[in-house]
Nanobody, 121 residues
């Protein structure tokens, strides 16, 4: 069993900042990519940011220069620092982790329950 738990969402004013955290626990041999999607009801989910086990990152164009993803491999945790937040960043943010349970095991994506981010004055 693998658990993915997010934290750090909330209500913030436009221009403000939030930091989301995502911790993976359970039967873990190796974690490959970790990242964040977001979804607004009635819209397609959007990949926000991803970080590989080696630290390479990729971002949606809409958040480049404002969001930073990082990870602490020793803690099986990644962080999404969100600065200069805009109302259009309002969404439920979901963390995922690409986890292998053992040597030779095919990695599987595991998802958290999501954390709400609301940007409003």
């Amino acid at each position: 069993q693998v658990q993915v738990v997010e934290s750090g969402g909330g209500l913030v004013q436009p221009g403000g900042s939030l930091r989301l955290s995502c911790t993976v626990s359970g039967s873990i041999f190796s974690i490959y990519a970790m990242g964040w999607y977001r979804q607004v009801p009635g819209k397609e989910h959007e990949l926000v940011a991803v970080v590989t086990s080696g630290g390479a990152t990729n971002y949606a164009d809409s958040v480049k220069g404002r969001f930073t993803i990082s990870r602490d491999n020793a803690k099986n945790t990644n962080y999404l620092q969100m600065n200069s937040l805009k109302p259009e960043d309002t969404a439920k943010y979901y963390c995922y982790a690409d986890v292998s349970a053992g040597r030779g095991y095919v990695p599987i994506d595991y998802w958290g329950q999501g954390t709400q981010v609301t940007v409003s004055s």
